[in-house]
């Protein structure tokens, strides 16, 4: 049976230590403390102005990358696909509205997706279908799991058990 290696270990510190750490925090920092444990930020009111303007910011920014040739093939392909706004915008919610950072993450992303599945399935929504007949079969074999709650920060989680898993 499986038995974790933090079970063995001893805190770095005692809970009285702890709790005098946490008392002498200014409030700004506790919240800060509680964010960073449970992986919660700070709330971004999403207003229309917000997402217009990071709209723009991002396409500014994606101009600015100077090596970009499957989203550019993307442009050719399906714009469409490329420049919905939903899509973009999942985008810029990873990174939290940072336009340069969406911007390389998105370029990153077709550069990803058409080695991966190639330039006739890379700029369209995936399907079951398009996965290979192992990756299939992986997924069917129960290996890869999709909990049904998210964490403390309101992200998805993907488990995998490797000894379902084919090698």
Do not use: W
């Amino acid at each position: 049976m499986f038995q974790s290696t933090l079970l063995k270990t001893k805190p770095a510190f005692g809970y009285e230590q702890f709790r005098h750490e946490l008392a002498v925090m200014s409030d700004e920092e506790r919240e800060e403390a509680v964010r960073d444990l449970y992986a919660a930020e700070e709330e971004i009111v999403e207003s229309p102005k917000l997402i217009e303007d990071k709209l723009n910011e991002l396409e500014s920014e994606i101009d600015k990358i100077h090596h970009k040739e499957a989203y550019e093939l993307g442009q050719f392909v399906n714009q469409e696909y490329v420049n919905d706004t939903h899509f973009r915008l999942m985008f810029l919610r990873a990174d939290r509205f940072d336009a340069r950072l969406a911007a390389k993450r998105m370029v990153n992303y077709f550069d990803r997706k058409v080695e991966l599945f190639g330039t006739e399935v890379a700029f369209r929504k995936l399907s079951f279908l398009d996965f290979s007949a192992e990756d299939r079969g992986d997924v069917e074999a129960g290996g890869i799991y999709l909990l049904p709650y998210p964490d403390e920060g309101g992200r998805k989680i993907i488990v995998t058990c490797r000894t379902h898993l084919q090698d």
